[in-house]
């Protein structure tokens, strides 16, 4: 501080000569002091807000001139002890009412609007009384050295700064120009809060950002708030209970999509092809080997809403187009098969010598269609032979043909005329007949008879499903120890066609579709 500022300083100061390069006078102490103590100096009413050190200055000694310059500083003497000032310029540390004087502090020169004029113009205008100045905190030496604030520096966020940005947690209160700290804490330095309180920021609470709870209440939304388990779940519920109620749950939701599959699905039903084999001398397609099926044996299975796809013959040694497609890859893929009819089997394939040229039958498809039907039997796929495919099945399994009804059965009717699908007979069902289960009770069952070729030595683990009425020709097969193969003689895609008189054979259908779908996995 400068001589003028301190009170009990009876020594009257030399201003600076204005301009000088010289360095600067000593204090004249033989020049008495014109300012007053500190508790009673008036201080000019037109003062600017800076006051301190320039209220001294411009209530100070007359002999002080006007043309001072702001860039000279005057180098006050260092009191033994520090005592109390009038407020300094702010922005410094002895701007804060309980910091300590600091003796070492630079104080600035007034504006030169406060300076300006001659002494006695300053000294007709009216003074008031300073306030009393606080008393100052005593700090230690290292606080005060610490707190040195060189002029110019920004000035400290007030306390209530500092508590609207939720500063202060860990210290004390963190108040203007150091303000104590908590309950353990020491003073801090200008504007901040003193170490080690037990209370945050904004006199000792927490900041208003962090939701206070009791000391015994649980936060909202953990298990001791709820009771202990969430609300959902019942009082007796242990986590045991809960697991076997989501397997549970789990186990259900898999037995729906599994039945819906199972249900639902539409079946895949494959027909064997009938083969029409190139004619000699021909061209065209009567030059070409063709692969086909009849439209009404399709129509008749596709009435119950399958796909029914025909299955042609593989040739894995083919020279044009080889392949690794195998009949094994369609009794997979395929839910049922269905043997229609067309040309005769041949009698080798059952070990025997064609009586007659025109009975020679077709070897080609025996052998195709005993592969594929031996392939679904292997898979547990239902079988539904049809005319020859009847025939087929008996042979597959070891029984053997009647060559031509006519000539090994001459007392038999005629089971093929010039009416083809028209010519018909009735039928019978030995006892225990499975097909007389199937179908609706007819008092005079009536099927078409379109073949020349009949069952003759039934095959192993073969039964009797029907015979014909007239002669005993048998007219259905079925194979024990499978779940559906079974042969009819008639062709029952063409009943309807040819009148309400003809037996309905639809339930047949829906046994052999519903093995199918039994079956599919």
Not at 174 to 202: C, D, L, V
Not at 293 to 301: D, G, M, Q, T
Request: charged letters at 20%; proline letters at 12%.
């Amino acid at each position: 501080m400068t001589d003028a500022q301190d009170p009990k300083s009876q020594q009257p100061k030399q201003p600076p000569q204005p301009m000088q390069p010289t360095p600067k006078p000593e204090s004249d102490t033989s020049k008495p002091t014109a300012a007053p103590p500190a508790s009673a100096s008036p201080t000019p009413p037109a003062a600017s807000p800076a006051s301190g050190p320039e209220a001294g200055k411009a209530s100070g000694s007359p002999a002080d001139s006007p043309a001072t310059s702001e860039s000279e500083y005057v180098e006050p003497a260092t009191p033994s002890t520090p005592r109390p000032t009038a407020k300094p310029v702010a922005g410094t540390a002895e701007g804060s009412p309980d910091m300590p004087p600091n003796p070492d502090t630079l104080t600035r020169p007034a504006p030169p609007t406060e300076v300006t004029g001659s002494a006695d113009a300053r000294a007709e205008k009216p003074t008031a009384p300073a306030p009393a100045a606080k008393p100052a905190r005593q700090g230690s030496a290292a606080e005060v050295a610490s707190d040195r604030n060189p002029i110019g520096s920004p000035v400290p966020k007030s306390g209530d700064d500092v508590k609207a940005a939720g500063l202060g947690s860990a210290g004390g209160s963190i108040g203007e120009a150091g303000t104590t700290g908590g309950a353990s804490g020491t003073a801090g330095a200008a504007g901040t809060g003193g170490t080690g309180g037990a209370s945050g920021a904004g006199g000792g609470g927490e900041p208003p950002h962090q939701p206070s709870f009791g000391s015994g209440a649980p936060r909202p939304g953990s298990p001791a708030s709820m009771g202990g388990q969430p609300s959902y779940l019942q009082a007796g519920d242990s986590p045991w209970s809960v697991l076997r109620r989501i397997m549970s749950a789990r186990f259900r939701a898999w037995y729906d999509r599994a039945g819906q599959r199972i249900t639902q699905r539409t079946l895949k039903i494959g027909i064997s092809a009938r083969i029409f084999h190139p004619e000699p001398g021909s061209k065209g397609l009567r030059s070409k080997t063709l692969q086909y099926l009849e439209e009404s044996i399709a129509h008749w299975v596709m009435s119950r809403d399958v796909l029914v796809f025909m299955i042609p013959t593989v040739d894995t040694q083919g020279l044009l187009h080889p392949s690794h497609i195998r009949l094994h890859d369609y009794a997979k893929h395929l839910d049922g098969l269905v043997l229609q009819g067309g040309a005769d089997v041949s009698p080798l394939t059952y070990s025997e010598v064609a009586t007659r040229h025109e009975w020679q039958g077709d070897r080609m498809r025996d052998m195709y269609e005993l592969e594929l039907l031996h392939e679904f039997v292997e898979q547990g796929k239902p079988i539904l032979g049809v005319c020859r495919g009847c025939q087929l099945i008996n042979v597959a399994f070891g029984g053997t043909l009647h060559q031509d009804i006519a000539t090994d059965l001459p007392e038999a009717i005629p089971h093929v005329t010039e009416t083809y699908e028209h010519n018909r007979h009735t039928l019978t069902f030995p006892e225990g007949s499975s097909l007389a289960q199937m179908l609706a009770p007819v008092d005079v069952p009536i099927v078409n008879s379109i073949h020349h070729q009949s069952v003759k030595t039934l095959g192993r683990d073969l039964s009797v499903e029907a015979v014909c009425a007239e002669d005993g020709v048998v007219e259905a097969i079925r194979y024990r120890k499978a779940p559906f193969v079974m042969g009819l003689q008639w062709h029952p895609e063409f009943h309807r066609a040819g009148g309400p008189e003809f037996l309905d054979c639809t339930p047949v259908l829906d046994n052999f579709l519903r093995a199918a779908r039994e079956t599919r996995f």
